[in-house]
């Protein structure tokens, strides 16, 4: 599984361009699901049949894009303009490699003379080392797209560090989730959605299109735990139940619920509690009519910079914790009320 | 001229009537089946053969509402939309349904500093004068809450340029009235939506409503190919043809339908450009995320000076658009085009 996720953490996917990751996602799950199916928005939606008489629907997501740039312009001397595609740090890319899809490989430059404090999107630019816009416009067009990609670093410990590694591991898991679960009663709909980076665009319409009894997202936050830091959460501390962030407060039975199943399978917990951050999560509580969400994340160093670092430790207890959780006999008197 | 008929219309977020029974008067004669939903928003539906389309465009313009009468009878307003409040002053607008003329000035400038007139105005300093010397005067033609739209006449100028108010999104409008009038067949309902300036909000319901398998929005854009801008702050550049859409505030364009709506024009040889800007927004933004989610493409008209009082087009951009999308509707009828 590493080296899946080696390969997926140095594929450049931005958001609305998730084909790369998807592709390999897609291939990962044959012969483990039902079907697989790409919606309109890129959400990638993978269904297992439950064998009971009247099976309810159970639903998991992981996200699969990450942020970057979007070429909007191609210059006499082949420097590329870029708008932004979610929230880029844009006085830390300077300097940075960027990646797009078809390989080409570019350097993120500013224009001389401005502070970094003033560094807008549009005083940057993307050199891919071309010699005219010729040469540009025959690797590049307007409209694609390149993001922050670095080579997966294993320290042997547990710890790894790449780009896009909490989302590109929270897809991951939950492949390996379906693996260990098996079959079961109910029907699982595993989502791997499209567009989290831009206000959660794939999860409110993927969520409206299965309509799902109960629902569980994976995904990255912010870990604290760095010199100086309020060290909130800790990367090897265990997967991080969320109580709430800035788009949804998690049902108090489904945080408890999943503490309950923690606790009953000696998994390390943390609780994750920010109210700054948007999630998956808060698209899926108001889908439809409202849908029953808990949500885990993968503490993460870094996150949103081109290397975050994460525990190995983590990803596997997040899986243990959601495979006891879809198989428990009790599930839906979590939402059953 | 239909542009003329559509742009002189006032039509408020949230009070299209009046351009809306403009819009109704002119696909009268083309026996679609029409209606109004609950926001306003105008559907007209053609029953053909195909999959499931919805084209739409906002007949609601950047306007005004008068907030406050002050006791020497000038008028307070906010914005309906955004608009740059230093586009404004000294800019003539007509008031509310008797469309009583109305003066934008700056409040008290002479009493403002060498160093306050280098501040732009913002729109709380501003107010419109109808000439009512106290505001019982005034209450005789205007009342809060009343809306005011520019009062710019359209006309032809140049080579062959429009200037008029609202061209965002009346051009859009009129070019799909001609779709219509120049496509046949096909299961299509074109959507005159309410409310997109202030948040596209008759879009989602209809999008909703509707529940189509793929979605075409008609919408003027930014096109800053004046005075010595970069290349790269441009966003189109007139005359180069219909823009495509790549990306902006709140859609990512849907990359398969693009590129068939691409490779449709350079087979059909209608000139388009790329929209090349990743901000702003239409009701792309809605549409796109309407129920488990519709492929849309917005297709736009390059308009100089949106959201200011007089915008400008090129006709010949205005031409190629409806041709394309006229293209566009034939071949999702035919199958070129597919969801």
Known sequence: ?337 | MLLKRLTEAAGPPGGEDEIRSVIREEIEPLSLSVRTDVLGNLLAVRNGAGPNVLVAAHMDEVSFMIVHIEEDGLLKFRPMGGVDPRVLVAKPVRVGVNKQWGGIGAKAIHLQSVEDRRRPVTMDQLRIDVGASSRQQAEQTVKVGDAVVFATECELIGDGCVKAKSLDDRAGCAVMIEAARRTKGGNVTFAWTVQEEIGLRGAGAAAYAVNPQIAIVVESTICFDVADTASHAEGTKMRSGPALSVMDSHTLAHRGLLQQVVELAQAEKIPFQFRRATVGGNDAGAIHLAREGIPTVSISIPTRYIHAPTQVLALEDYENTIRLVAAVLDGIRDGRIHP
């Open chain 1, 1 to 337: 599984m590493k080296q899946l996720l080696a390969s997926l953490s140095e594929t450049s996917a931005t958001s609305g361009r998730e084909e790369a990751v998807a592709t390999v996602l897609i291939d990962a799950l044959q012969g483990l699901v039902d079907t697989v199916k790409t919606d309109a928005l890129g959400n990638v939606i993978a269904i297992s049949r439950g064998t009971g008489e009247s099976p309810r629907k159970i639903m998991l997501t992981a996200p699969m894009d990450q942020s970057g740039f979007m070429v909007i312009d191609i210059e006499e001397h082949g420097y590329l303009r870029v708008g932004t595609i979610g929230t880029v740090a844009l006085s830390r890319s300077i300097g940075m490699r960027v990646a797009f899809a078809n390989g080409t490989q570019g350097i993120v430059g500013v224009e001389p003379g401005i502070e970094t404090k003033d560094i807008q999107a549009s005083r940057l630019f993307v050199d891919i080392g071309a010699l005219s816009k010729e040469e540009a416009a025959g690797k590049v067009r307007i409209g694609d797209t390149c993001a922050f990609v670095t080579p997966f670093v294993d320290f042997d410990n547990g710890r790894v560090a790449g780009s896009a590694l909490s989302s590109r591991a929270a897809c991951l898991a939950l492949i390996e989730v379906v693996r260990r679960a098996g079959t079961l009663k109910d029907d699982l709909y595993v989502v791997f959605t499209a567009q989290k980076e831009v206000e959660q665009r794939g999860a409110g319409p993927a969520t409206y299109g299965i309509h799902p009894d109960v629902a569980w997202t994976l995904a990255g936050t912010d870990a604290g735990d760095v010199p100086e830091g309020k060290r909130a959460l800790g990367v090897g501390a265990g997967p991080c139940i969320k109580i709430m962030d800035g788009s949804v407060i998690i049902p108090v039975h489904m945080r408890e619920w999943l503490s309950e199943v923690a606790e009953q399978y000696r998994i390390p917990v943390q609780w994750e509690i920010r109210p700054r951050v948007r999630s998956d999560a808060g698209a899926v509580l108001l889908a439809q009519g409202g849908t029953a969400v808990g949500a885990v994340s993968i503490p993460a160093r870094y996150m949103g910079s081109s290397s975050e670092m994460i525990d190995l430790g983590d990803v596997e207890a997040a899986i243990r914790l959601f495979v006891h959780t879809i198989q428990s006999d009790t599930l839906f008197s979590v939402v059953d009320r």
